[in-house]
């Protein structure tokens, strides 16, 4: 099975406000299988794809997943890095 190309969302310190368009896939990479959802960045077109893996990052989407009826799909979501550390953990809050 050939793997589609995809773009992958990256985030740093500044503030990135996406929709999360689809529920959660996995794709294999380098390291195997990992978790993504399909995102719309406010601002531009098309959708890119986002990790979801990162513990500080499911930790923040587990009560907005729950509190969407255990649905991905719609939440919209305010993502940036605590600090430009490439290990630093996302910031997430609920985008209105």
């Known amino acids: 099975m050939e793997q589609e190309k995809r773009e992958f969302m990256r985030f740093g310190v500044e503030e990135v406000v996406v ?5 959660p896939f ?4 380098f390291r195997g299988f990992a978790p ?6 406010e601002g531009e077109e098309g959708t890119k794809s986002m990790y979801i893996s ?5 930790d923040a ?3 907005l997943v729950d509190g969407n ?8 979501l305010k993502i940036k890095k ?3 550390d490439n290990r630093a953990p996302y910031v997430v809050e ?3």
């Open 69 to 76: 009826g255990g649905k991905f799909t719609g939440l919209k």
């Open 82 to 84: 605590e600090s430009p």
């Open 36 to 41: 993504v959802v399909n995102v719309k960045v």
């Open 54 to 58: 990162a513990k500080s990052l499911a």
């Open 19 to 23: 929709e999360i368009v689809s529920e």
């Open 94 to 96: 609920e985008a209105q």
């Open 26 to 29: 996995v794709v294999n990479t």
């Open 61 to 63: 989407l587990t009560p």
